[in-house]
C-alpha cells in the first residue's frame, strides 16, 4: 500500500514537473507558444482578454497525453503495479484538471475543455500498461 502512495505521489510530481519544464523548453523554441501563454496566465491573473489559438490548444493536449502516460508509467514502477497507482494517479489528474477548467473556463473554448479533461485519466492507465508488472 505504501509503495502504492508513493507511486502516485512520484507520478504526480513527475507530471507537474515535465508540464513545466516542456513549456518553458517550448517558450524557448517557439516564441508564439511563449507569447500565448504569457497572455494566457496574464489573463487568468488580471480577468483580461484572452484569445486562445488553436495550434496552440492541440499542442496542449498533445503533450498532455504524452505527460500523462509518463506519469502513469513512472506510478507503475515505483509503486511495482500497474493497475491501482496508475488509476489513482489518473483520478488525482482530473481532480486537478477540473481545477484548471474552472480557471481558465472562460477563456479557452469548451472542446478544449472536454478534451483535455478527459484524457488525463486513460492516459495515466496507459501509462501504467506499458510497465508489466503484477
Known amino acids: 500500500m505504501v509503495r502504492i502512495v508513493l507511486g502516485v505521489i512520484a507520478g504526480f510530481f513527475a507530471w507537474a514537473i515535465v508540464w513545466v519544464g516542456s513549456e518553458k523548453i517550448l517558450s524557448a523554441i517557439w516564441p508564439e507558444f511563449g507569447t500565448h501563454q504569457r497572455a494566457f496566465e496574464a489573463a487568468i491573473t488580471n480577468g483580461g482578454q484572452f484569445t486562445a489559438d ?77 510497465i508489466t508488472n503484477t
Request: proline share 5%; net charge positive.
Open 54 to 130: 488553436t495550434t496552440m490548444l492541440l499542442t496542449h493536449i498533445v503533450l498532455g497525453s504524452i505527460v500523462s502516460v509518463m506519469s502513469g508509467s513512472v506510478a507503475a514502477l515505483i509503486a511495482s503495479e500497474n493497475r491501482r497507482a496508475p488509476l489513482v494517479l489518473g483520478f488525482l489528474l482530473l481532480a486537478v484538471g477540473l481545477l484548471k477548467l474552472v480557471m481558465s473556463w472562460p477563456y479557452v473554448p469548451i472542446w478544449y475543455h472536454v478534451i483535455f479533461t478527459a484524457i488525463l485519466l486513460p492516459m495515466a492507465i496507459m501509462g501504467g500498461k506499458l
